[in-house]
């Protein structure tokens, strides 16, 4: 689940496989079309509706173009100068369903880190089952307080959000709660790449594998790690979610991409399958886990030194 900032590698999908990507691109581009056709039908050009709504014509330009997406203010102003305001309800509509397709981080970011936190919280309590592949981070269902600082202490310097990041760690470890009801069940597979890459300072991180030997004990979680020497069936080209068969969730630097179609989610439910399926469980997760630990303790000096 988002834990600040996703790395991709320009969404590396296999080839024929980019639907999810395509759908919100053509879903943005009809949602131009129509406000561009709605100006028409005014008989007004686009730097006549720019001055009338005293935008920069290149806003007009990029809103047609799918190039921007509009907000609610932009769709209202939109119809009630094209004197088409009973087509508004109907782009708000299109208008938020793009939205929760391709969640822009900014948007979504834009009254802090909390909230954001306790909407994450909503959808966990509907989730009965819980798998999630992740190749770069921690992720945030399993992160000690002092990672979750951290990643979200790099969301707060890329996207210049307001600084609730006490409030927001505290909302992410109350979430956590979640990983001992009974009723939940939980698959994590985690790259070793993962454990070691240098995204907090070792003491940090050294605490956060720790916790993560010590949750792989519970009964409802099953944790996997693909160590380095692992030859893989299916790469890992970017972490994602899978809530129930219900939806996918996966994270971009500039957005959250929320997939719900049937051919998404059965692409996504085999790659999650491919990649658990050359993990390490248990004792031989915590042989690599440990690994990394011994790795990584050398550097932390000593208490007293």
């Known amino acids: 689940m988002p834990p600040g900032i996703a790395p991709c590698d320009e969404m590396t999908l296999p080839p024929n496989r980019t639907t999810s990507v395509t759908s919100v691109h053509e879903a943005r581009d009809a949602l131009g079309k129509r406000l561009r056709e709605l100006r028409q039908q005014a008989n007004l050009s686009g730097r006549q509706l720019a001055e009338s ?77 819980f798998r999630a592949f992740e190749s770069t981070f921690i992720p945030g269902l399993l992160q000690t307080a002092e990672y979750a600082r951290a990643r979200f202490a790099q969301s707060i310097i890329v996207f210049k959000v307001r600084n609730d990041i006490n409030e927001a760690v505290q909302a992410r470890v109350q979430r956590q709660e979640i990983l001992y009801r009974p009723d939940k069940r939980f698959h994590f597979v985690l790259t070793e790449a993962a454990l070691r890459y240098r995204l907090c300072p070792p003491e940090i991180m050294l605490g956060q594998l720790d916790r993560l030997v010590s949750l792989s004990a519970l009964p409802n979680v099953k944790l996997g790690i693909i160590g380095f020497e692992t030859a893989y069936v299916v790469a890992p080209a970017h972490g994602f979610w899978l809530l129930d068969d219900d939806r996918v969730m996966v994270e971009t630097f500039s ?3 929320n997939l719900a179609q049937p051919q998404e989610i059965s692409l996504y439910s085999g790659i999650f399958d491919s990649l658990a399926a050359v993990a390490s469980y248990g004792r031989s997760a915590r042989v690599i886990i440990t690994r990394v630990i011994d790795d990584l303790a050398p550097e932390v000096p000593e208490d007293g030194e």
């Open 53 to 129: 709504l005293s935008w920069p014509p290149s806003k007009v330009s990029k809103l047609e173009n799918g190039r921007q997406t509009p907000s609610d203010d932009d769709i209202r102003a939109w119809t009630r100068a094209a004197n088409s305001e009973g087509e508004t309800e109907a782009l708000l509509a299109s208008l938020h369903t793009l939205e929760v397709q391709h969640a822009e981080w900014q948007r979504q970011l834009k009254t802090g880190l909390k909230p954001h936190q306790q909407e994450i919280a909503e959808l966990d309590a509907k989730t009965r089952l």
């Open 255 to 257: 957005a959250e991409l």
